[in-house]
């Protein structure tokens, strides 16, 4: 736990959030702040609308109610400047979205090149180092069907991190992998946040929500039913809702 947080801005912000699906409410009425560097890990059944929430926040929902802001720029789908905001809030899915007809370094530099205009010789580099720093770079000039779930997901990563985001979103990124591919996933993530990165994270891996955040947001049913820091949480859950979420894992105690 960084005690500094307490002093960094708060750079994203959902306010009164309402989303809706043919009639059905997914989010009600939530309000959360993100400040700089902080790591927040949200849990909570399935269903009750994580992934929602986290495809809100870049704007690939378009929301019913309430507002959302990353340093003060509305963030809304379809909006005027959406794309430019959407640079700034990276995330990383389940399923990777690789290209499948595209090198691992293609695929890399794709969006630096073709969005943020940045040279292809000073892109590459850029994509080397990170693969370097997440143990792939020797894959540079393979095809995603070449590579393990884990590779793909470490490369989905560095994909997004390659735009210089502001924020970065992870939603379930270990979900569809076999349990030994997990932990390489979760350490690239658990050094991402030990260099001040600020990451919402949806998971259902209770040992690294504990080891990685910050705060830890549990939602169910559209709402934010209790947050507060990962010890106090995992330890003494205030509500009764969430002591039985929890009843239901076994989970080791990770140090950070």
Known sequence: MREEMDNQEVLLTAEHLHKEFDGTVILKDMNLSVKRGEVIVIIGPSGCGKSTFLRCLNGLETIQGGKITLDGETVESGGKGIAGLRERIGMVFQSYELFPHKTVLQNITLAPTKVRKIPRGEAEKEALELLERVGL???????????SGGQKQRVAIVRALA???????FDEVTAALDPEMVREVLDVMLSLAQQGRTMLIVTHEMSFARAVADRVIFLDDGEIVEEGKPLEFFD???T?????FLNTFTYAKVEK
Do not use: I, T
């Open 137 to 147: 770079e020797e894959k540079k000039n393979s095809y995603p069907r070449q590579l």
């Open 240 to 244: 009764e809702r969430a002591q039985r």
């Open 236 to 238: 003494h859950p205030k």
């Open 163 to 169: 735009m210089h985001p502001d924020v970065l979103l």
